[in-house]
Every structure is written in C-alpha cells, then in structure tokens.
C-alpha cells in the first residue's frame, strides 16, 4: 500500500526504503583512490608544509548545506510525481492509465544504464559533476514552469475526455529522469566536495534531504491542495480551493530551480577546498564502454545470473497489495490527503527498523531475514485486500472514524516491518558478495536489478486490475459492461454499471499464490546462494 512515497525511493512506484542507490560504482571506486593516495602520499594532509588541523564538520557546514539542498531539490519532482497518480484516482481514470503513468518511477530503477555517461563526459573548464547537474536542474525548472502553465489542462475532465494520461507520463517521466541524472552528479560531487573525515554526511544529506524534499512535493502538497483539510484545519472560512494549486506549487518550485542553479553556477566552485593544495582529490575515470563491459562480465557469472533472475520475479507475489491498494482505499472514499498524511507518523519506525533488523543481518547468512519475512509480507497483502474490502461500510457521513485510521496505520506498519527485513536482508547479501575489486560496479547492479523487481510487477499490476474487473448492467434489460461504448450505452438506456468482481481482489489471490509458490519452489534456492565460495561471484575481469 502505498500511502506515500517518502521511504523508497527509492519509490520505486512501489515505496520501497528511499536509499540512493545511484552511482555507488564511481563512489566506492573514488574512495579506494583516495584510500590508496593518502597511504602513498603521508603528507597530503598538510598545506604549505604546516600540519592540517581537523576542524571536524564546522569547516564545511556551508558544503554540507549545498548538499541537503541539491537533495531536496532532487526530491521535489520525485514528490510530485508521486501526487499524481492520487489526483488522477480523484477523476476516476482507468487502472491502465495508472499503469501507463507507473512508467515515470522507472528512471530511478535504470540510472545505472547513463550513470558512466554522466561520470565520463564533461567540460573540465566548467567542472566535471557541474557540467551534468547545472543543465539537468535547468531544464527541472523549465518543465516545471511549463507544467505550471499546462497541467490543469492535462488533468482537466472535459465531458467524456479524461486527464491526458500520456502527455503527463511523458513530462513527468523527463522531470524523473532528469531528477535521477542530477542524483548521479551530486553524489559524484558529494566525494570532493567534502573532505575525507567528512565524506560520511554526504549519505545523511542524501537520506535526509531526498525525504524532505518528497515529504514537501507529496505530503504537504496534497494537504495544502485540498480544500477539505484546508478547511478544516486552517481556515476560519471555507473555500472551494486549497491554499495552494498545483499550477502554483510547480511555478514556484520551478522558479527556485532556476535561481538556485543560476547561483550555483555562478558562486561554486569544484574542490575549491583544494585551490591552495599541492594535491587535488584524484577521481576515477573509467571509460564508458570500460564499464559496460564491466556490468555485462558480472552479469554473465552462474551465481550473478541466478541471483538477478530471483531478484527480478521475487516481488510478484506482493505486487497487488503495494501498487493498487492505496487507489482501492481512494476509490472507496479515503481521501487523498489523509492517505499521505498517514505516512508521517511512520517516519520514527523506518528509521528505527534498519539498526533493530541489521543485528540480525550482519551474519553471514543475512538472506534467512529474507526468506523468514517473506510468508508474512504475502498474508499482509491479503490483509490488504479484506482492509480495502471492509473500507466501504466503515465510512460515515462525516468521513471515517478515527479507529479506522488506526487500522490502516497499524496495517502499514506491520507492512513496513516486512518490507525492511527483507530489504535490509538483501542490502546486506549485496554488500556480503560484492568483489572488492569493483564493489561499487557490483552493488549498483545488483541493486538496480531489485529496484527492477518491483517495477515490472507493479505495472503489470495495474494494468491488469480493469481487465481482471467484472461489471454488470443493472436496470437496463439487454445491456453489458464489458467496454467503454457498452458502459455507455447501459447508462443511455437508464441503466448503471455495477461491479460483479473487482480484479483488484482477484489480482490479491493470484499474487499470495504466485507468491507462494515463489517461497515453496525458489525460497530455498536463493538461501542456498549463501554457501556459495566467495570466489564463484568474482569477477575476474581486471579493473
């Protein structure tokens, strides 16, 4: 279910924990770099000949809050495309057009596939991590300043024409890719830009500032966009409108953009830290087609390949209940606001979740975690499906009592209890596996494959749910549902299309039995790759 965004990421459509999991290759392959300069070089330390005194996180607060602040940025669009799919629920569209706009959390899933692009090519006059985030975080403002202008055309209902689903897929899905190519260049740019005793804030700005940048495109947003929570909660008198629009927040936040990226280029400078050094940070510089060829050799390893082909069919048990069950609960009258707004009171137990479930990770069999979590993820999908079913006769006229939310925020919980246990159990095999030689290479592909994992599954979720539906015609003798022009021509003739068979329920079964039969048949399989050699999953390819 997903009732916001603000823990994956790393969204994948599915919400999965939001860790950047971008270009970890060049990140890990720099600090070995760095690691071997410093053993090399004994006085890199010091400037001038005079010894360099740690002034610890103080000296560096300014690069620090860059970096937040480019990761909030990058978690803007990200929120707001995460909105989207709700409002367009909000006017009734079709699940396959869901389907059609679950395309747009793609990019995040594929960033591997451009990453050594980003990484390889440049102006070295203009800076090599500028060169990519300036242009990206330019053309972010420009397509949110168009939207501003478009949107509610898009998103318009106009007597039988609905939201124009494919346009929104296709702006979105550039703001996600940009937003993704940007995640590239700043995490590329966080290794320089802070010194070696500093470097680990940089995953705390990613975490962070990504979060607070989806807790402000989704949450706040859709709590500010509507007129009913506004009303309630914030005003003396009610109005027909939120405070904001999303016409306004785009504009807005696209012009932040473009004045934020404009002082950028202009004020900072790459390693200006080092301008007065005798040696700058050294950084990788891989060819491209050095590094596919990299990923390729991986991937054609026995384990790599069993492995990734597990990875890539593991989640189709849990599809149903993670890419649909939030639009279920909308179309049964939870609003939409409140659906994100449940998300908040999460926050503590994702964070907690990672450092409980990582004591029982860190062994050498971490995906027993895995395996253990994975039946009870599959009977809280059911749960799901008797939630969404149970929702409609909960309701009143006044909205759903509290105890309802009560539910719905214990279901999640116990959802995010899974969901992290087989997360952290799988990071933690990543890491345990990787060849040391080319870790960084090596985790970003694995999880790449994950993160792919979801995507399909979820998409392919939606798009069956109206097909999988069984509707009726009441009232009108003679007449079906079966389409679009049939439907119409039942409520011509006096007639109302009735739901006989949501497919959201037939889809819930079907998933927890693939699920299961995934569990019984490969369950052991993927247990049994932890007693493979360290020496069957290295690659043997040199660097």
């Known amino acids: 279910m997903e009732l916001s965004k603000s823990i994956t990421h790393k969204n994948g459509r599915q919400r999965k924990p939001m860790v950047s999991n971008s270009d970890m290759w060049a990140r890990e392959s720099k600090l070995e770099v760095e690691d071997d300069e410093e053993t090399l070089l004994p006085n890199s330390g010091r400037v001038d000949?005079?010894?360099?005194?740690?002034?610890?996180?103080?000296?560096?607060?300014?690069?620090?809050?860059?970096?937040?602040?480019?990761?909030?940025?990058?978690?803007?669009?990200?929120?707001?495309?995460?909105?989207?799919?709700?409002?367009?629920?909000?006017?009734?569209?079709?699940?396959?057009?869901?389907?059609?706009?679950?395309?747009?959390?793609?990019?995040?899933?594929?960033?591997?596939?451009?990453?050594?692009?980003?990484?390889?090519?440049?102006?070295?006059?203009?800076?090599?991590?500028?060169?990519?985030?300036?242009?990206?975080?330019?053309?972010?403002?420009?397509?949110?300043?168009?939207?501003?202008?478009?949107?509610?055309?898009?998103?318009?209902?106009?007597?039988?024409?609905?939201?124009?689903?494919?346009?929104?897929?296709?702006?979105?899905?550039?703001?996600?890719?940009?937003?993704?190519?940007?995640?590239?260049?700043?995490?590329?740019?966080?290794?320089?830009?802070?010194?070696?005793?500093?470097?680990?804030?940089?995953?705390?700005?990613?975490?962070?500032?990504?979060?607070?940048?989806?807790?402000?495109?989704?949450?706040?947003?859709?709590?500010?966009?509507?007129?009913?929570?506004?009303?309630?909660?914030?005003?003396?008198?009610?109005?027909?409108?939120?405070?904001?629009?999303?016409?306004?927040?785009?504009?807005?936040?696209?012009?932040?953009?473009?004045?934020?990226?404009?002082?950028?280029?202009?004020?900072?400078?790459?390693?200006?830290?080092?301008?007065?050094?005798?040696?700058?940070?050294?950084?990788?510089?891989?060819?491209?087609?050095?590094?596919?060829?990299?990923?390729?050799?991986?991937?054609?390893?026995?384990?790599?390949?069993?492995?990734?082909?597990?990875?890539?069919?593991?989640?189709?048990?849990?599809?149903?209940?993670?890419?649909?069950?939030?639009?279920?609960?909308?179309?049964?009258?939870?609003?939409?606001?409140?659906?994100?707004?449940?998300?908040?009171p999460m926050v503590p137990l994702q964070i907690l979740l990672p450092l409980v479930i990582s004591k029982y990770t860190a062994g050498p069999r971490p995906l027993d975690v895995f395996y253990k979590a994975f039946p009870f993820r599959l009977l809280i999908g059911l749960e799901y499906a008797l939630l969404v079913w149970w929702t409609p006769s909960v309701r009143q006229e006044e909205g759903f009592p509290l105890y309802y939310y009560a539910v719905v925020l214990l279901s999640y919980a116990l959802h995010q209890v899974a969901l992290y246990s087989m997360y952290v159990a799988c990071m933690a095999f990543h890491a345990k596996v990787s060849d040391p030689v080319i870790g960084g290479t090596y985790m970003t592909l694995l999880n790449t494959v994950t993160n792919l994992g979801g995507n399909w599954p979820s998409t392919l979720a939606l798009w069956l749910v109206d097909p999988l539906t069984s509707k009726e015609c009441q009232g009108a003798s003679g007449q079906t549902c079966g389409s679009v022009e049939e439907a119409e021509l039942c409520v011509r003739e006096g007639g109302a299309c009735v739901t006989a068979l949501d497919g959201y329920y037939v889809e819930s079964v079907v998933c927890v039995l693939i699920g299961l039969c995934w569990w019984i048949f490969f369950g052991k399989k993927i247990k049994r790759l932890q007693e493979e050699s360290p020496s069957s999953w290295h690659c043997r390819v040199t660097k």
């Not at 995460?82 to 679950?102: E, R, T």
Request: glycine share 8%; with cysteine; net charge positive.
């Open 49 to 344: 000949g005079q010894a360099k005194v740690s002034n610890g996180i103080k000296g560096e607060l300014g690069n620090v809050a860059l970096l937040l602040f480019l990761y909030v940025l990058q978690g803007i669009p990200l929120g707001l495309a995460g909105s989207i799919p709700l409002i367009m629920q909000s006017k009734s569209v079709s699940y396959k057009d869901q389907a059609y706009f679950s395309f747009v959390f793609w990019p995040f899933s594929l960033k591997l596939l451009w990453a050594p692009l980003v990484d390889s090519l440049y102006l070295q006059r203009f800076g090599r991590r500028k060169s990519w985030l300036v242009p990206t975080q330019y053309l972010l403002g420009l397509f949110m300043l168009y939207l501003s202008f478009t949107v509610d055309s898009m998103l318009q209902t106009d007597g039988q024409r609905g939201p124009d689903v494919i346009t929104l897929t296709a702006v979105f899905f550039m703001l996600a890719f940009l937003a993704a190519t940007q995640d590239i260049a700043v995490d590329g740019w966080a290794l320089t830009m802070l010194s070696r005793e500093n470097v680990g804030y940089a995953s705390t700005c990613n975490s962070v500032g990504q979060t607070a940048g989806y807790f402000l495109g989704n949450v706040l947003f859709l709590a500010l966009e509507s007129a009913d929570f506004c009303n309630k909660y914030l005003r003396f008198e009610p109005q027909e409108q939120g405070i904001v629009t999303l016409s306004d927040f785009l504009f807005f936040w696209g012009t932040v953009f473009m004045v934020s990226t404009t002082l950028v280029a202009v004020l900072k400078k790459e390693n200006s830290k080092h301008l007065h050094t005798k040696k700058k940070p050294k950084e990788e510089t891989q060819g491209v087609m050095e590094t596919y060829k990299l990923l390729l050799s991986i991937i054609k390893m026995p384990t790599v390949f069993t492995f990734c082909a597990l990875l890539l069919t593991a989640k189709i048990g849990f599809s149903a209940a993670d890419a649909v069950t939030g639009l279920k609960l909308m179309e049964a009258g939870v609003p939409k606001e409140q659906l994100a707004l449940l998300a908040v």
